[in-house]
């Protein structure tokens, strides 16, 4: 792409395009007797302006040496958009030769849209392999998640001694599970990735216990927050962990085999998920757990994400290997391309499910949801955890993708740096 456009002028008709959304925005009518435009006009003169951002984006990006697929984040993702102005496109454009050198520095690795238009082929051919992972994934989840939700519920009238007992009850296996972690933590150098995974039950059942038992110190106002949420949350954390770990094994099994153009056998695959699954679940259920709970204060959380998205890929792989650690090393210095495809995934996700939900049961039971998933009839709320599931089942082929070409990028480097360390030997030499 040859074409390219200044600074200033990105920013002349970025402003004047702006301007025109702004007074779309002023012009909207509110209500059937107001002489603006209808909403249905002002949204698709909103889209279209917003459109017309793509090409300016596109020149300003090759102009100063970045790839041009970021226009798609920086135009149709408004963090994505307002992050791409501050940071890039404020700077002036760069000397050919410096240009050259960026070109190179991404031109030799995938980007998130390449990972992506690489992974829906794959997916496809994985798709007896991967739709019954994820329908069962999901309608489990949506099934024992209903049966804790009534839990919940029935939770608030269940006897006071009994609620404690409960309670106390959890809490003191919740002890010995930390303890047993913390065993497991000190001699974690010899360790076995099984024999972490009765610590994938410490904090699903510390939730569960907390809950009842703040419910019974007086914090009875807060049920809705306290025990729906929180008991919940402790059943999302542990399926999510090991019906997770199964659902990796499986798409990313299939996966690597039509990546190397081998036969997908559904049932060997099949086969392979009890043992690999409890295998995979030590480095899968941690990484679930720290992302999970880092999202309460949305930083940590986004940092794990990044972090760690390779490592399942490495646990499904490289049993040998330790997976966290290698993940960390290796989305070093990649991870804002990691973000990018996440966060396009997932802000298409949550339109399609809030989508398909408003269109089953109406908006307002659509809204609702996002407070009580009891709103729901079972039908849609397994329908949206079989959505979710996809989503994983896509993300986790693209982060496949990106991790053997990450893996490639940083050996063809060792060799290039080898290469020029003998070629400097030899010449002092001779």
């Known amino acids: 792409m040859d074409r390219r456009i200044g600074r200033g002028a990105f920013f002349g008709i970025w402003a004047i395009l702006f301007v025109a959304q702004l007074a779309t925005l002023a012009n909207m009518s509110s209500s059937a007797e107001d002489a603006g435009l209808p909403l249905p006009v002002a949204i698709a003169v909103l889209v279209g302006l917003q459109l017309l951002k793509f090409p300016i984006t596109a020149w300003r990006l090759n102009d100063i040496g970045r790839p041009i697929s970021d226009s798609f984040f920086f135009v149709l993702v408004p963090v994505a958009n307002i992050i791409g102005l501050l940071r890039y496109m404020t700077e002036a454009s760069p000397s050919k030769a410096r240009w050259e050198r960026r070109r190179r520095g991404w031109g030799d690795q995938m980007g998130p849209l390449e990972a992506l238009m690489r992974a829906l082929p794959l997916v496809a051919k994985t798709a007896g392999v991967g739709v019954p992972v994820v329908v069962v994934y999901g309608v489990i989840m949506a099934a024992v998640g209903d049966a804790m939700l009534d839990f919940a519920a029935d939770a608030a009238h269940m006897d006071p001694t009994t609620r404690a007992n409960l309670s106390q009850a959890l809490l003191a296996v919740a002890m010995l599970l930390a303890l047993y972690t913390g065993v497991q933590f000190m001699k974690r150098a010899k360790a076995s990735r099984l024999s972490w995974f009765p610590s994938l039950f410490l904090v699903p059942v510390l939730l569960v216990g907390l809950s009842l038992y703040f419910f019974d110190a007086g914090m009875e106002s807060n049920l809705q927050l306290i025990l729906l949420t929180f008991i919940y949350m402790g059943w999302q954390l542990l399926w999510m962990s090991i019906g997770g770990a199964a659902l990796v094994v499986a798409v990313t099994l299939a996966a690597e085999r039509a990546r190397t153009g081998k036969p997908i056998d559904a049932g060997s695959i099949f086969a392979q998920l009890g043992p690999r699954t409890l295998d995979v679940a ?149």
């Open 282 to 430: 030590g480095p899968h259920g941690t990484r679930v757990q720290a992302v999970t709970i880092g999202m309460q204060v949305i930083i940590p959380g986004i940092f794990y994400l990044l972090q760690l998205a390779f490592a399942d890929s490495i646990a499904v792989l490289r049993p040998e290997a330790a997976a966290l650690k290698e993940s960390s090393q290796l989305t070093w210095g990649m991870r804002q391309r990691i973000f990018k495809l996440i966060l396009a995934m997932t802000i298409v996700t949550m339109g399609l499910h809030f989508g398909l939900t408003s269109a089953i049961d109406g908006v307002d039971k659509a809204m609702a949801y996002f407070i009580d998933p009891r709103e729901m009839s079972f039908g849609t709320f397994a329908m949206g955890e079989i959505i979710w599931a996809v989503y994983a089942w896509v993300l986790q082929v693209a982060l496949l993708l990106m991790y053997h070409d990450r893996v490639r990028y940083l050996e063809e480097r060792r060799a290039e740096r080898k290469a020029k360390r003998a070629a400097a030997e030899a010449a002092e030499a001779g």
